[in-house]
């Protein structure tokens, strides 16, 4: 949620500012701005709207030869995103230079008492108390008066800053956002996200909390909470730039549907071994802890929640420990009944949403054992989780997700068979079964995807027209059914609604009439029959039904009027398979329609504000 960037070289930090700012446009892209530091002056120039604006009002100003700069793309909190709220904001005499990815929960209070100072706001934003805040505080010494600034603020906040005073220096520091840099021959690059630098250094520094950083002469300085010079060595990160790039395909997303095989076998394969066990070096529940758990709380927003979901029917299924989901922002604030016999599962692809990581640091509060399945290295949340579990789904770019999804799903399945394994609930033959089918789940990922791509494209055509389509299914495929709502409405903008199929009769099927669009999602085989009666009574009022389902159950979907048929699978294995089509249908939905399918209108891929 709001992109930062920072350069500090012996180039023109222009260019780097705009190449930085475009790979982080996924952050947030209602306004977009850069400041350089021009001998005297600090310069800034911002806009409303994407990154491409900013290009063009750059272009039709006068060249800028700095060496420093910083950016940002945002994604508006306070105030509407216009010209005057877009980041960078400078103080009132000129004198200090702000970019902010946060919220400043105490601004008002602080901006009451600046304005009694004589300070005149110009901005509805936050973040312009920061930048009257560092020139009331300035002492003459750039990092002791960020730190002393920093000292008065509440809520989130990364920040990079420019001081007139310091035309080759900038100085950033963090409190629950993220901000890494990296070192290369040209120079210093900061960014909010490693992919925004990934071109310039694979070695990578996260700052941590309260920590500051000076840049200056090519070189980095940090400064812990206290205010003492530290040394910090930097993490190498194994993706590559090309990951981080489109490889040839019209949108992210495409690219990132595509990558599906790779991501499960990725994340999955590390943790199987060579004896068909499936090992966990970064679970560090003992034995003991995992047979006296009484209960496992999945706690996650959006799409994470989805895969949660998922996790839910499995995890009960293979281990027989109660579980229950929870949404991140709604768990935060329940005082949830914990302890040292719960396990919170805490899954997100960012690390960085705030409700998620409120919600983690609540469990450890109570004592819960936490475990965090995190696709990001070293965010915030996984830096706080008892134990932590990457996927290895590499970048994901498109704001709706599709491989972190699936691959949260696949370290849910490892933990499953893994948990009912520890627990002796899983005798050998019925292991070998569950771990050869999860090992070949990429493989068949990838004939789904071959098999239904081009179907789904044609039947996409029949959803451009729609204002409203329903997704239904039962347990499993219920699960399946929120996750394939969610990809429709973000990014096509259609209204869709995901039901439990048995509940429809109970009001929606009221919503029901001649040509309303069903999508049935039957793949679970034990409630098969179920889910076509309720496939009937759609039918019966008048929609039009696309079920998705396995080949055993081809013959018996005669009611529906598209088939879609996945490749067979265990059971609780071919929610995985399902989704893929619906990925697919949302996509070439969206792009039917017309739409900004990598960013959806009002979304932003990390949410760092609650
Ligand atoms: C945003 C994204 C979703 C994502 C959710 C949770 O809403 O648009 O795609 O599922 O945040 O993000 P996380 O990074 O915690 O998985």
Same mark, same amino acid.
């Given at each position: 949620?709001?992109?930062?960037?920072?350069?500090?070289?012996?180039?023109?930090?222009?260019?780097?500012?705009?190449?930085?700012?475009?790979?982080?446009?996924?952050?947030?892209?209602?306004?977009?701005?850069?400041?350089?530091?021009?001998?005297?002056?600090? &310069?800034?120039?911002?806009?409303?709207?994407?990154?491409? =604006?900013?290009?063009?009002?750059?272009?039709?100003?006068?060249?800028?030869?700095?060496?420093?700069?910083?950016?940002?793309?945002?994604?508006?909190?306070?105030?509407?995103?216009?010209?005057?709220?877009?980041?960078?904001?400078?103080s009132q005499?000129? $004198?200090?230079?702000?970019?902010?990815?946060?919220?400043?929960?105490?601004?008002?209070?602080?901006?009451?008492?600046l304005i009694?100072d004589g300070y005149r706001f110009?901005?509805?934003?936050? *973040?312009?108390?920061?930048?009257h805040?560092?020139e009331q +505080?300035?002492?003459? =010494?750039?990092?002791?008066?960020? &730190?002393?600034? *920093?000292?008065?603020?509440?809520?989130?906040?990364?920040?990079?800053?420019?001081?007139?005073?310091?035309?080759?220096?900038?100085?950033?520091?963090?409190?629950?956002?993220? $901000?890494?840099?990296?070192?290369?021959?040209?120079?210093?690059?900061?960014?909010?996200?490693?992919?925004?630098?990934?071109?310039?250094?694979?070695?990578?520094?996260?700052?941590?909390?309260?920590?500051?950083?000076?840049?200056?002469?090519?070189?980095?300085?940090?400064?812990?909470?206290?205010?003492?010079?530290?040394?910090?060595?930097?993490?190498?990160?194994?993706?590559?730039?090309?990951?981080?790039?489109?490889?040839?395909?019209?949108?992210?997303?495409?690219?990132?549907?595509?990558?599906?095989?790779?991501?499960?076998?990725?994340?999955?394969?590390?943790?199987?071994?060579?004896?068909?066990?499936?090992?966990?070096?970064?679970?560090?529940?003992?034995?003991?802890?995992?047979?006296?758990?009484?209960?496992?709380?999945?706690?996650?927003?959006?799409?994470?929640?989805?895969?949660?979901?998922?996790?839910?029917?499995?995890?009960?299924?293979?281990?027989?420990?109660?579980?229950?989901?929870?949404?991140?922002?709604?768990?935060?604030?329940?005082?949830?009944?914990?302890?040292?016999?719960?396990?919170?599962?805490?899954?997100?692809?960012?690390?960085?949403?705030?409700?998620?990581?409120?919600?983690?640091?609540?469990?450890?509060?109570?004592?819960?054992?936490?475990?965090?399945? @995190? +696709?990001?290295? !070293?965010?915030?949340?996984?830096?706080?989780?008892? !134990?932590?579990?990457?996927?290895?789904?590499?970048?994901?770019?498109?704001?709706?997700?599709?491989?972190?999804? !699936?691959?949260?799903?696949?370290?849910?399945?490892?933990?499953?068979?893994?948990?009912?394994?520890?627990?002796?609930? $899983?005798?050998?033959?019925?292991? &070998?079964?569950?771990?050869?089918?999860?090992?070949?789940?990429?493989?068949?990922?990838?004939?789904?995807?071959?098999?239904?791509?081009?179907?789904?494209?044609?039947?996409?055509?029949?959803?451009?027209?729609?204002?409203?389509?329903?997704?239904?299914?039962?347990?499993?495929?219920?699960?399946?059914?929120?996750?394939?709502?969610?990809?429709?409405?973000?990014?096509?903008?259609?209204?869709?609604?995901?039901?439990?199929?048995?509940?429809?009769?109970?009001?929606?099927?009221?919503?029901?009439?001649?040509?309303? $669009?069903?999508?049935?999602?039957?793949?679970?085989?034990?409630?098969?029959?179920?889910?076509?009666?309720?496939?009937?009574?759609?039918?019966?009022?008048?929609?039009?039904?696309?079920?998705? !389902?396995?080949?055993?159950?081809?013959?018996?979907?005669?009611?529906?009027?598209?088939?879609?048929?996945?490749?067979?699978?265990?059971?609780?294995?071919? @929610?995985?398979?399902?989704?893929?089509?619906?990925?697919?249908?949302?996509?070439?939905?969206?792009?039917?329609?017309?739409?900004?399918?990598?960013?959806?209108?009002?979304?932003?891929?990390?949410?760092?504000?609650?």
């Amino acid at each position: 949620m709001c992109g930062i960037v920072g350069y500090a070289g012996k180039n023109r930090a222009v260019p780097y500012l705009l190449e930085g700012l475009e790979k982080l446009e996924y952050r947030g892209y209602d306004s977009a701005g850069i400041a350089v530091n021009e001998e005297d002056v600090i &310069r800034i120039m911002k806009t409303k709207g994407r990154i491409g =604006n900013l290009e063009s009002l750059i272009a039709s100003q006068r060249h800028s030869d700095a060496t420093v700069g910083i950016g940002h793309t945002r994604w508006a909190t306070h105030g509407k995103p216009n010209d005057v709220n877009a980041h960078p904001h400078i103080s009132q005499s000129g $004198l200090f230079c702000v970019v902010h990815n946060g919220i400043i929960e105490n601004y008002l209070q602080l901006k009451a008492q600046l304005i009694a100072d004589g300070y005149r706001f110009v901005s509805e934003t936050d *973040t312009e108390v920061i930048a009257h805040l560092l020139e009331q +505080n300035y002492d003459g =010494n750039f990092v002791s008066t960020v &730190r002393k600034t *920093t000292a008065m603020l509440e809520g989130a906040f990364a920040l990079c800053i420019l001081c007139r005073d310091f035309p080759d220096s900038i100085v950033c520091t963090r409190w629950a956002s993220p $901000l890494v840099m990296g070192k290369s021959d040209d120079g210093v690059f900061l960014a909010s996200d490693v992919t925004a630098i990934l071109k310039h250094t694979s070695d990578i520094y996260y700052l941590d909390g309260h920590e500051t950083a000076l840049i200056a002469d090519g070189g980095i300085t940090f400064f812990d909470k206290a205010g003492n010079a530290t040394q910090k060595a930097p993490k190498h990160i194994d993706w590559n730039v090309s990951a981080a790039q489109k490889g040839g395909y019209e949108h992210f997303m495409l690219k990132e549907i595509m990558e599906q095989p790779k991501a499960i076998q990725d994340t999955v394969s590390p943790r199987i071994d060579s004896d068909g066990r499936i090992v966990f070096e970064d679970f560090h529940l003992t034995d003991e802890e995992i047979e006296n758990l009484n209960r496992i709380v999945i706690v996650a927003c959006g799409s994470a929640f989805h895969a949660g979901e998922v996790g839910r029917y499995v995890l009960e299924k293979m281990t027989r420990i109660p579980v229950e989901t929870a949404i991140a922002s709604e768990f935060r604030y329940r005082d949830p009944v914990l302890d040292a016999h719960s396990l919170v599962i805490v899954i997100s692809q960012s690390g960085e949403t705030a409700d998620t990581l409120a919600g983690l640091r609540l469990a450890n509060e109570k004592g819960a054992k936490t475990v965090c399945i @995190v +696709n990001v290295v !070293s965010s915030s949340i996984a830096n706080e989780g008892g !134990s932590v579990v990457y996927t290895h789904a590499g970048p994901e770019i498109a704001v709706a997700t599709t491989k972190a999804y !699936s691959a949260q799903v696949s370290v849910l399945y490892l933990l499953a068979g893994y948990i009912a394994d520890r627990k002796g609930l $899983l005798p050998e033959e019925e292991r &070998r079964t569950y771990v050869d089918a999860l090992r070949k789940l990429p493989e068949l990922i990838a004939q789904t995807l071959e098999d239904c791509g081009e179907q789904m494209q044609k039947l996409s055509e029949m959803f451009i027209p729609l204002e409203h389509a329903y997704f239904i299914g039962r347990n499993l495929d219920y699960a399946c059914a929120m996750e394939a709502s969610l990809k429709m409405k973000e990014i096509s903008y259609i209204h869709s609604e995901a039901y439990a199929a048995g509940e429809l009769k109970h009001g929606t099927i009221s919503l029901i009439e001649k040509g309303t $669009l069903v999508v049935a999602l039957a793949a679970c085989s034990d409630v098969f029959g179920k889910t076509m009666s309720n496939i009937k009574e759609v039918k019966a009022r008048g929609a039009r039904v696309l079920c998705v !389902s396995t080949s055993e159950n081809a013959s018996a979907m005669s009611e529906v009027d598209f088939k879609v048929i996945i490749p067979d699978t265990l059971p609780l294995f071919a @929610v995985t398979l399902e989704v893929l089509p619906m990925q697919l249908l949302g996509y070439y939905t969206a792009k039917n329609r017309g739409c900004d399918i990598d960013k959806p209108r009002n979304l932003a891929k990390s949410v760092t504000v609650e």
